[in-house]
């Protein structure tokens, strides 16, 4: 079925499975491998897999700390005629080819990717460097609890490069105040997957 794609079943679970994806070739997230969790609902394939991201990925749309996906396919298009193969070999391509700024779960992903794609590419080659080189990854293992601290590093980072320039304060908005509180209710919530 996934013959191009390296899982494990979770807990013996056929319900539950980590899958290798690598980065598409051509895009920033060129060389990176990211394990990705996938939970299958009683109903698959007639309602869509949860899917997310197990180790630190820089993008728009994937929400920092949990590693949700946010994609319109899996979310509200989902039909019986997709499969794994389709998420691995199609969808979760094209999401990291084709960012959407519009639509984030990362803000300060979108924020970077409009004001200063350069900069934005440049720091997902950096992280992917740093969080989701070959090596580094593999089926078995965690390779999420230093992620979680290297977001909230790279955030204070960005919170500093977008300082007021007068004041040398970050300009952080409720909506960032709140993105902590949650982070931290994720954390201590012991929910792995942290996805919807």
């Given at each position: ?65 949990g ?22 070999d ?19 992903a ?32 965690d ?23 007068a ?30």
């Amino acid at each position: 079925m996934m013959a191009d794609h390296d899982l494990a079943l979770v807990d013996d679970s056929l319900r539950t499975l980590h899958v290798l994806f690598k980065g598409p070739r051509d895009s920033p997230y060129e060389g990176g491998v990211w394990r990705v969790r996938v939970e299958l609902p009683d109903s698959y394939p007639h309602k869509s897999p949860s899917v997310g991201f197990a180790n630190h990925i820089f993008h728009p749309n994937v929400c920092p700390l949990g590693g949700a996906v946010c994609l319109d396919v899996l979310n509200q298009t989902w039909s019986a005629m997709y499969d794994l193969v389709n998420v691995f070999d199609v969808f979760l391509p094209q999401l990291l080819l084709y960012p959407n700024p519009e639509d984030p779960l990362n803000d300060d992903a979108a924020r970077m990717m409009r004001a200063e794609p350069a900069r934005y590419a440049e720091k997902v080659r950096e992280l992917v460097r740093a969080h989701a080189s070959p090596e580094r990854v593999t089926l078995e293992g965690d390779v999420s609890a230093g992620d979680v601290s290297a977001e909230r590093a790279e955030r204070a980072s960005i919170e500093d490069a977008t300082s007021h320039p007068a004041s040398g304060t970050a300009t952080a908005t409720a909506a960032d105040e709140d993105d902590d509180l949650g982070a931290d209710a994720y954390v201590s919530s012991g929910d792995e997957d942290g996805a919807a």
